[in-house]
């Protein structure tokens, strides 16, 4: 088992900036990604960003030149640095774990943080 916590959401104002983090513990061996999603009331989960074990990341494209994912020194931390943040950013963000179990991969959840924008 892996277990994720996340922390640094709350309320901004637009234009304004969050750092979120989340840190990985338990089970971590073998995870080979790590990433943030987003879910907003009546939409389904998206991605957000992810990075990989070896360091590439990929964003979503309405978050792209705004939010940078980042590795912590303890490659089990990430954060997601966002700025510029606009009323429609505004969701439950959830941190990803992507680990191979017995040949194939298997996804691990923190209980997310809400992140608000509004004036």
């Known amino acids: 088992q892996v277990q994720l916590v996340e922390s640094g959401g709350g309320l901004v104002q637009p234009g304004g900036s969050l750092r979120l983090s989340c840190a990985a513990s338990g089970s971590i061996f073998s995870i080979i990604a790590m990433g943030w999603h987003r879910q907003a009331p009546g939409k389904q989960r998206e991605l957000v960003a992810g990075i990989t074990s070896g360091g590439s990341t990929n964003y979503a494209d309405s978050v792209k030149g705004r939010f940078t994912i980042s590795r912590g020194n303890a490659k089990n931390t990430v954060y997601l640095q966002m700025d510029s943040l606009k009323p429609e950013d505004t969701a439950v963000y959830y941190c990803?774990?992507?680990?191979?179990?017995?040949?194939?991969?298997?996804?691990?959840w923190g209980q997310g943080t809400q992140v608000t924008v509004s004036s």
């Open positions: 990803n774990a992507r680990k191979i179990v017995g040949g194939t991969w298997l996804d691990y």
